[in-house]
């Protein structure tokens, strides 16, 4: 008597159609997965290797679309079935890597970092990681170096169209409607969605499903001409070798000239995708398929190639943010051989194993540990990284000053109250704090570099008489345009929205009357042209107009590494030489103000200027570091709240001769 494990397994076989095993999509594989793995790991080679997870898209399309149009056509299709294949076959490497990855950063990593691998991982694991990282994109995000599982975005596209694809063909099929047509239809909002949004929106375009979708349904496309070939179409051996020619000489061509310049994905996305559905189209006894991409080697990187892209990322990224830097070129060799063979243990020794499971328990077993695993991962993140870890207590004080976006400063509801804003609610982001409910008197006036001075004003002693404002997202020379003008996305510094903040600052200045200094900062530290130093003038006299003294920040230093490096990190010693650049880096800064100086003082000369980074300069060098503490909080240089406390005793020191009114509002 057949058991009913046997009877179970037999059933389920009889239920999903799988196409025949063809050799030459393991070579596609193979030449998508090097190339996105050479791209992360030498982007200066393989400058168009991200199109690689374009042919993986194409790919999948085709596979699963297949699987599931046969299906439907045997009157076999069991939507239950198909989810737990995908189960299967993308959990268990997958639940390894992630497991890895939070094992390490356990130990490693600060606070930050680790909070944001637990909001990455709960992404992945949930797989909308494409929602997240769009959620992230902005002025405030960081690196896309130091994030771990970046990479996991095509896993949530990919997820997230076969979460409604299955029920579209189930829904076709029992209708008789032409599921074709339907994809067309699909395909050509997609595509159109891409192209309208790439410009302007490009984050947007990259991340959001809808806007990439078409990739996919190009393989879709593909499947259903294969599954319900025309009759008038003759596959002749010659059509056959042309395609594969054709579709492996677009790749070529896109992975030659395509880079992070274009706008991706865009009308150049075409080349890999069209060209992988060429590849597949030609079958694989086309020549090129058959002999080349259908090699041992290139089916062997196939074979390994998921776990391949799941490990190397990972790898790398670990590597930046403990190096502080890009690793050095032995480095990257040595950890992309290390992914390859990690990839070639996890295939054998975990996803093998499990890709053929027809035990619904283990399947559920997989489901839990992701689900625990997803859990795990946001409550990381909802608790800071866990800053109680015992690795990393020594380092505790110092790493509250990385707070990165988590900037406390950036809004508080009495400002918000006070000050009534709708627009805001469009922004990614938006500065308005205030110290008193009272009409301010000290107005912070720029963009994130004024606002990161608010924190040490409004809690200064020697100013505690004072209201301090910091309100606005735009430096000087943000575009103003007129309100008919098409935004970019959710950014407070296009089209009209600075004209816009600019109003309403100007209209709380001229409204009050009580606002005696306003303080410029966040001023381009680059050399000045005529134009930038005519928009500053601008403003400086407006502000003047309105009987409002105007200070000017000399725009304060960065450096070329970043600011954790100057702090050792747990299980790892050494300190980063960029944490301090010779006082000829100062004088650079000195100089190229100058022009701007000299200008304003020529036209306003009641104007002060007030040189912020005489904190952390002496007479022979300048140091991202302070009395053991860090100056800045992220990446991009603003400054930590330590840094903004000594600033503004700085400030006070200085205002005492310069500007001894400031005190007595």
Known sequence: MTSLQTQSIASIEKHLAHPKYRPDIDGMRAIAVLAVVG?????????????????????????????????????????????????????????????????????????????????????????????????????????????????????????????????????????????????????????????????????YTFYLPHTRVWELIIGSMLAYAHCFPSKHFKNTALTRNLMSVSGLALIAYGLATITKADQFPGWVALYPTVGAALVIGAGPGALLNKYVLGNRILVWFG???????????????????????????????????????????TYWFVEKPFRNNRNWKTTTALVAAMTAIGVTGFLTYQNAGLPWRPSIQKTIAVQDQFVGSSWKYAVNDICLNRYAFEERKDFGYWFCSTNKDASPTILLFGNSFANHLYPGLANNKDLKNNTVLSIGACGVGSPTYSDKTILGGNDPCTGYRPAHQENLIFDIIEKSKTVKYAIIDGLINTPYGEFYISLVEERVARLLANNVNVIIFVPHMTFNTDIKGCFTRPFF?????????????????????????????????????????????????????????????????????????????????????????????
């Not at 990972?314 to 190096?323: D, G, K």
């Not at 306003?604 to 002496?618: A, M």
């Open 39 to 203: 791209f992360h790991a030498f982007p200066e080679l393989v400058t168009g290797g991200f199109i690689g997870v374009d042919i993986f898209f194409v790919i999948s399309g085709y596979l699963i679309s297949t699987i599931l149009m046969k299906s439907a056509e045997r009157g076999t299709f069991r939507i239950g079935e198909f989810y737990s294949k995908r189960v299967n076959r993308i959990f268990p490497a997958l639940i390894v890597v992630m497991l890895s990855a939070y094992v390490f950063g356990w130990l490693a990593l600060f606070t930050d970092e680790f909070q944001q691998l637990g909001k990455h991982i709960a992404g992945g694991a949930s797989f909308i990681s494409n929602l997240v990282l769009f959620d992230e994109s902005g002025y405030f995000d960081t690196s896309a170096e130091i994030k771990p599982f970046l990479h996991l975005w095509s896993l949530g596209i990919e997820e997230q169209y076969y979460i409604f694809w299955p029920l579209i063909i189930w829904a076709a099929w029992k209708r008789n409607i032409n599921l074709l047509f339907i994809a067309v239809i699909l395909f050509g909002a997609s595509f159109v969605a891409n192209i309208e949004n790439v410009r302007e929106s490009p984050s």
């Open 573 to 665: 010693s050494g300190m980063n030489e960029g944490c301090s650049v010779p006082i000829e880096k100062k004088k650079e800064v000195d100089d190229r103000f100058r022009p701007m100086m000299e200008a304003i003082l020529a036209k306003h000369p009641s104007v002060k200027f007030f040189d912020q980074n005489e904190l952390i300069c002496n007479s022979s060098k300048c140091s991202m570091v302070l009395d053991g503490m860090p100056m800045y909080r992220d990446q991009v240089y603003h400054y930590s709240e330590y840094a903004s406390q000594k600033m503004s005793e700085l400030f006070a020191t200085w205002a005492k001769e310069h500007a001894p009114d400031i005190f007595n509002p």
């Open 303 to 345: 074979l390994i190639s998921f776990p391949l892209y799941l490990w190397h990322w990972p790898l790398l990224t670990f590597a930046r943010i403990v190096e502080n830097n890009t690793p050095p070129e032995d480095t990257r060799i040595t950890l992309v051989l290390a992914s390859i063979v990690l990839a070639w243990l």
